[in-house]
């Protein structure tokens, strides 16, 4: 099963965005095929699409979070993509349910992203649109979905940012009462 938020998976495959240096994990075509499970690396030239697609998602999805409507150029080259990704035609049974079975034969980016693309598809036009968060740690830049009840979830994770978050103010807290 192709979990909704995958394109949010894809996006913050470079994260650390507010810091001077980010943290990228997808450094070369090697890469990207590893973490598309994809048997061949892609082209250079199809990696640099891939990567382009990435940032264009997450521009997409980070407007989305901050309660402002996508650059129009962004949502034409989501809508490009997925006019030329490969179609969604055939089911195929997965270890649990089922999955959209892509045909990646042409080894493109296209093909390599489309359940990607499709994740971006669903999730923008999907009931959930509006839990799309960006962590509150502005150096972080991690996009995720809330799947919180309440809707309030504002870190990326309560270990990593939320509790860095928290030891900082009562860092400044017992700085004052000295
Ligand atoms: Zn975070």
Redesign the pocket.
Known sequence: MTRPDLCLDFANTR?WRGQAAPTETINGPADLAAWAKAAKAPSPREFEQAIQLREMLYRLFDAQAQGKPAAPRDLEALNLALAHAPSRKLLKRARSGYEWDVDAKSGTALALLAPVLWSAGDLLAGPRLDRVRR???P????LFLDDSRAGKRR???MS???N?AKARRHYHKSKEET
């Open positions: 994260y962590c509150a740690n150096e972080c830049g991690w870190w990326c994770s990593a940012c939320g860095r």
